[in-house]
């Protein structure tokens, strides 16, 4: 028999917890993490380059040159053309009750080509994204619903955009609108998974209607699948994210934690012996966060200062709650155990990830906004 859930300050040892994840908000979430590292990462890049008197005059030059001048107003068409499209999905997303989420980092005020193109990069993914949550959020309701005029600008263009049209004229309105809206979901992408791909062309001479009705049952577990597969990255970038951004060292997250299941341990500078375990069990939706200590092969000694281990993590664990279900991802207490109510867990060191007190343990946000020289 479950425990029942404990108040938060009470709370120090092993924890249960079940997944509850909020598929567009996290997507979103994710786009604005990879936006800011990539927008970090540009920074950086600009700000070495600018520092080094060697390059310098290549830079100045580069300034002036017409074909960047052009490239920076296309950017500039770019951003305004997104910002706008975001407003709008953000709009029609709020009409059918669809939480937004995260948004991007501020605008960047210098015009590095790379850090501007971060920025639009971003923008444009989250108009994607937002597309995708409305079509999939929409299917198989009237065109007429908001944001559903949107769909067909995301749809994939060129020779699949030809074939998806040569389909249309060979089928029912209604299943070829049907193929369109499964496509919606994954076509913001930019390219689609191969299982998906490879059902498109089957689905164009599918010949018998028994043989269509089976494809598009099997495209339809390939695009959820899809799906499925895309959140569960989502998911373990914002774990990822939201522990650097409380100052924790992480171990490398797979992408696949949240597909697959598996652990991740993370810690502070100053825990000593101590860190995190994490464990998620993916097919109940569900995780376990309890308080290890790396020891030597064969010891097996309690210390006192389990205890405050336990304690100290009882205070951290609600920032980490809060931190992850503003990103779309809520965590629901399901069990709990006081300090000391079972042993912490000794691991042999040789098997956890070696962290040290000097690590970085937060990827900081370079002032974005600052004037390079």
Same mark, same amino acid.
């Given at each position: 028999?479950?425990?029942?859930?404990?108040?938060?300050?009470?709370?120090?040892?092993?924890?249960?917890?079940?997944?509850?994840?909020?598929?567009?908000?996290?997507?979103?979430?994710?786009?604005?993490?990879?936006?800011?590292?990539?927008?970090?990462?540009?920074?950086?890049?600009?700000?070495?380059?600018?520092?080094?008197?060697?390059?310098?005059?290549?830079?100045?030059?580069?300034?002036?040159?017409?074909?960047?001048?052009?490239?920076?107003?296309? /950017?500039?068409?770019?951003?305004?053309?997104?910002?706008?499209?975001?407003?709008?999905?953000?709009?029609?997303?709020?009409?059918?009750?669809?939480?937004?989420?995260a948004e991007l980092p501020a605008a960047p005020e210098h015009d590095a080509p790379a850090l501007r193109g971060a920025y639009v990069a971003g923008l444009?993914?989250?108009?994607?994204?937002?597309?995708?949550?409305?079509?999939?959020?929409?299917?198989?309701?009237?065109?007429?619903?908001?944001?559903?005029?949107?769909?067909?600008? $995301?749809?994939?263009?060129?020779?699949?955009?030809?074939? /998806? @049209?040569?389909?249309?004229?060979?089928?029912?309105?209604?299943?070829?609108?049907?193929?369109?809206?499964? /496509?919606?979901?994954?076509?913001?992408?930019?390219?689609?998974?191969?299982?998906?791909?490879?059902?498109?062309?089957?689905?164009?001479?599918?010949?018998?209607?028994?043989?269509?009705?089976?494809?598009?049952?099997?495209?339809?577990?390939?695009?959820?699948?899809?799906?499925?597969?895309?959140?569960?990255?989502?998911?373990?970038?914002?774990?990822?994210?939201? $522990?650097?951004?409380?100052?924790?060292?992480?171990?490398?997250?797979?992408?696949?934690?949240?597909?697959?299941?598996?652990?991740?341990?993370?810690?502070?500078?100053?825990?000593?012996?101590?860190?995190?375990?994490?464990?998620?069990?993916?097919?109940?939706?569900?995780?376990?966060?309890?308080?290890?200590?790396?020891?030597?092969?064969?010891?097996?000694?309690?210390?006192?200062? @389990?205890? $405050?281990?336990? @304690?100290?993590?009882?205070?951290?664990?609600?920032?980490?709650?809060?931190?992850?279900?503003?990103?779309?991802?809520?965590?629901? !207490?399901?069990?709990?155990?006081?300090?000391?109510?079972?042993?912490?867990?000794? !691991?042999?060191?040789?098997?956890?990830?070696?962290?040290?007190?000097?690590?970085?343990?937060?990827?900081?946000?370079?002032?974005?906004?600052?004037? /390079?020289?």
């Amino acid at each position: 028999m479950a425990q029942p859930a404990t108040p938060p300050g009470t709370m120090s040892g092993p924890t249960s917890v079940l997944l509850i994840p909020a598929a567009a908000p996290i997507l979103l979430a994710a786009a604005a993490i990879r936006a800011a590292r990539a927008m970090q990462n540009a920074y950086q890049d600009a700000e070495s380059l600018a520092s080094d008197q060697a390059f310098a005059a290549a830079e100045r030059a580069a300034r002036q040159s017409a074909a960047q001048a052009a490239g920076m107003e296309a /950017l500039a068409r770019r951003q305004d053309a997104a910002q706008a499209r975001l407003t709008r999905l953000r709009a029609a997303a709020a009409q059918l009750g669809i939480a937004t989420g995260a948004e991007l980092p501020a605008a960047p005020e210098h015009d590095a080509p790379a850090l501007r193109g971060a920025y639009v990069a971003g923008l444009e993914e989250q108009c994607a994204l937002l597309q995708s949550a409305i079509a999939d959020h929409s299917a198989g309701t009237a065109p007429a619903d908001a944001g559903l005029d949107e769909i067909e600008v $995301l749809l994939p263009h060129g020779d699949l955009q030809a074939r /998806l @049209d040569a389909y249309a004229r060979r089928q029912t309105p209604q299943q070829a609108a049907e193929v369109r809206r499964l /496509l919606a979901r994954v076509a913001h992408r930019g390219s689609l998974p191969e299982a998906v791909a490879r059902l498109v062309e089957q689905l164009e001479t599918a010949g018998t209607p028994e043989r269509h009705a089976a494809l598009l049952t099997e495209l339809r577990r390939a695009v959820q699948q899809a799906a499925e597969q895309e959140l569960a990255e989502a998911e373990a970038l914002v774990l990822e994210q939201s $522990l650097l951004d409380l100052g924790y060292q992480v171990e490398p997250i797979a992408h696949t934690l949240f597909a697959q299941g598996g652990l991740v341990h993370f810690r502070k500078p100053g825990w000593g012996n101590y860190m995190v375990r994490m464990r998620v069990h993916a097919a109940a939706k569900s995780a376990n966060f309890n308080v290890i200590r790396a020891v030597e092969a064969g010891a097996n000694e309690t210390s006192v200062l @389990d205890h $405050l281990a336990e @304690d100290r993590w009882c205070a951290e664990f609600p920032a980490l709650l809060a931190s992850l279900a503003e990103r779309g991802l809520k965590l629901d !207490v399901t069990r709990r155990l006081a300090a000391g109510e079972v042993p912490v867990q000794f !691991v042999e060191r040789g098997k956890l990830p070696q962290f040290t007190e000097e690590e970085s343990t937060r990827r900081e946000q370079a002032p974005l906004q600052k004037t /390079l020289r």
